[in-house]
């Protein structure tokens, strides 16, 4: 959505929005927008101090493996689930900044800030306009659950990092120059957020749509984009072989059913959910005997568990392989039996997820985030039906905003309502859209014309091959 009227035009290389060519009225923002999230989110820090959760504990662990035992801590975290945030924490570790909580919470502080010039960054490429990529990171600056998450010593911030890296990819696609490389650089960049946390599959597998999107009307290209897609899988499918040369099969096969584990124990925990006990395995269901349980829907993990799924002594008898097999058959019976109920049951949660609040928070608080995020959800509906002709950019948008929607509704939805944050920075990014549409309404009859801004336009080239 490309937006025209402006004085000045900043066009850019290869679909490339670096904002290095944007001068004056531009380059300052961007910096300010920079620092200005940086200080934001340290007065979180400050305010909040670093928070640890049971889930934390557990990062801490794996961290602690990672420095301990090097490349075979990290394979065994990796074999446990996604293993990125334990390994950004061993790096913290191994740089001695003083106490870890600290300085993750520190580290996050400019992950967080990148996050936004990331959102600002793949929002201009979306829309064609700096000046709407600069309100979108405005909002991101600002977004007070981006904030609060910052001093949690959890995943949140840096999967936030790694889905702004990876929209930022994927949009550099359409208008770049060299598309197999881009195409290949996008998958990679979603492949990071499946290694930081399992709650993007969803995100992942629309990926070839959105990409038939990137493409559509040039076949020749969209042969191109396919093959840049392709390369990490061939890769990655190599580096496996490889392991397996090296290691023998138990690795790759302990991961495969470790991650078949973690689906269908979602998906049972999913269908046993309570807005009471939100799904929590020890209060609103048991699995059978000597099933192998998953953190983040138990009540009876350690919370020091180091190696990503952990039970205590005698309880689990069962492989990963044959727990999973166990709870696709009862989640698969529980749909049968009464699909209605599974139904009554997703629309339940998809309320919850979307709420601006719920219903045991205090009466300030139910105020504060109606006030807020009301207005941010008609922004951005605004903004998604503004971006409706601009086809990359909307089917992205539209991909984060169902895919995370979806997972939670097919899973659980916290308590805290955290996994909404990734559908979240597509809110915001919307938002932007929608506030520039807004404001650009209103504005020829609030301001004299002398004093309306200029727009700053991000020119797109046609793609040369």
């Known amino acids: 959505m490309a937006e025209h009227g402006g004085s000045e035009e900043h066009r850019t290389t290869g679909g490339r929005v670096t904002f290095d060519r944007v001068r004056g009225a531009a380059r300052h923002p961007v910096t300010a927008l920079f620092v200005g999230a940086v200080l934001l989110r340290l007065l979180a820090v400050a305010v909040?101090?670093?928070?640890?959760s049971p889930d934390s504990y557990r990062y801490l662990a794996q961290a602690n493996d990672i420095v301990r035992q090097g490349p075979s801590g990290f394979l065994t975290v990796l074999a446990a689930g996604p293993p990125l945030y334990g390994l950004y924490l061993a790096v913290l570790s191994t740089l001695g900044t003083g106490g870890l909580p600290w300085s993750a919470a520190l580290g996050q502080v400019l992950l967080g800030a990148a996050t936004v010039l990331l959102v600002a960054r793949f929002t201009a490429r979306g829309t064609g306009s700096t000046r709407v990529g600069l309100l979108a990171g405005t909002m991101a600056a600002v977004h007070m659950t981006f904030l609060f998450w910052t001093a949690y010593v959890l995943?949140?911030?840096l999967f936030l990092f790694a889905l702004a890296l990876s929209a930022d990819r994927l949009l550099a696609i359409p208008a770049s120059r060299h598309v197999i490389r881009d195409a290949a650089a996008a998958t990679l960049a979603v492949g990071l957020v499946l290694l930081v946390r399992p709650t993007a599959p969803a995100f992942a597998a629309a990926l070839p749509l959105y990409l038939l999107?990137?493409?559509?009307?040039?076949?020749?290209?969209?042969?191109?984009?396919?093959a840049g897609f392709l390369l990490p899988l061939v890769a990655g499918a190599g580096v496996l072989l490889a392991g397996m040369l090296l290691t023998g099969p138990a690795l790759i096969s302990r991961s495969y059913d470790r991650t078949q584990l973690y689906l269908w124990f979602g998906l049972y925990a999913g269908l046993n959910w309570?807005?009471?006990?939100?799904?929590?395995?020890?209060?609103?269901?048991?699995?059978?005997p000597g099933v192998a349980l998953v953190p983040g829907w138990s009540t009876r993990l350690p919370s020091s568990?180091?190696?990503?799924?952990?039970?205590?002594?005698?309880e689990t008898s069962l492989s990963d392989g044959e727990s999973a097999?166990?709870?696709?058959?009862?989640s698969m019976q529980a749909i049968v039996a009464d699909p209605s109920h599974v139904l009554r049951l997703w629309m339940d949660k998809l309320r919850i997820y979307w709420a601006p609040f719920l219903p045991e928070y205090s009466f300030v608080h139910k105020v504060v985030k109606t006030l807020y995020l009301v207005p941010l959800y008609l922004l951005a509906l605004v903004g998604l039906y503004a971006s409706r002709k601009d086809s990359p950019f909307f089917t992205l948008s539209l991909v984060g905003l169902l895919a995370f929607t979806l997972t939670s509704m097919l899973t659980v939805v916290d308590p805290d309502q955290r996994y909404r944050l990734p559908a979240e920075l597509f809110v915001v990014s919307l938002g932007g859209v929608g506030l520039a549409r807004v404001s650009r309404r209103l504005i020829p009859s609030l301001v004299p014309p002398e004093m309306r801004p200029s727009e700053t336009v991000v020119e797109q080239r046609s793609p040369g091959r």
Do not use: H
Not at 213 to 226: K, S
Not at 274 to 288: A, N
């Open 48 to 52: 909040l101090g670093p928070r640890l």
């Open 213 to 226: 999107v990137a493409g559509w009307g040039n076949a020749r290209r969209l042969r191109r984009i396919f």
């Open 274 to 288: 309570t807005e009471q006990g939100w799904g929590m395995e020890g209060v609103d269901f048991t699995v059978p």
């Open 325 to 330: 097999a166990i709870l696709r058959e009862l």
């Open 305 to 314: 568990a180091a190696d990503g799924l952990a039970s205590p002594t005698d």
């Open 155 to 157: 995943t949140d911030t």
